[in-house]
């Protein structure tokens, strides 16, 4: 993780790698909801990128298992 007090180029690299990364997750969810025959492969890859970067936040801040297990729940909802 790059920190606020980092060059601002160093800053744009890591945003950049980061949006790669997750542009990277979602055409592997999209490819699977395709694969799977899912009703809106790119509307649901792009909730399930959404769930997944929300679980990560709330794990950190409410450790243990209920954020990871409200997760599962809502993606099984999703698909």
């Known amino acids: 993780m790059v920190g606020a007090g980092a060059p601002a180029s160093t800053?744009?690299?890591g945003?950049?790698?980061a949006r790669a990364?997750?542009?990277?997750?979602?055409a592997?969810?999209?490819?699977e909801l395709v694969r799977?025959?899912?009703p809106d492969p790119d509307e649901t890859a792009e909730a399930l990128l959404a769930l997944t970067?929300?679980?990560l936040v709330a794990a950190t801040i409410r450790p243990g298992g209920a954020p990871a297990r409200a997760?599962?729940?809502a993606?099984?909802?999703l698909l």
């Not at 990364?21 to 979602?26: A, V």
């Not at 592997?28 to 490819?31: I, R």
């Open 15 to 17: 945003r950049r790698r």
């Open 71 to 73: 997760a599962r729940s």
């Open 36 to 38: 799977l025959g899912g």
């Open 75 to 77: 993606a099984d909802r």
């Open 21 to 26: 990364f997750k542009q990277r997750i979602h």
């Open 28 to 31: 592997l969810l999209h490819a």
């Open 53 to 55: 970067d929300g679980v």
């Open 11 to 13: 800053r744009r690299a």
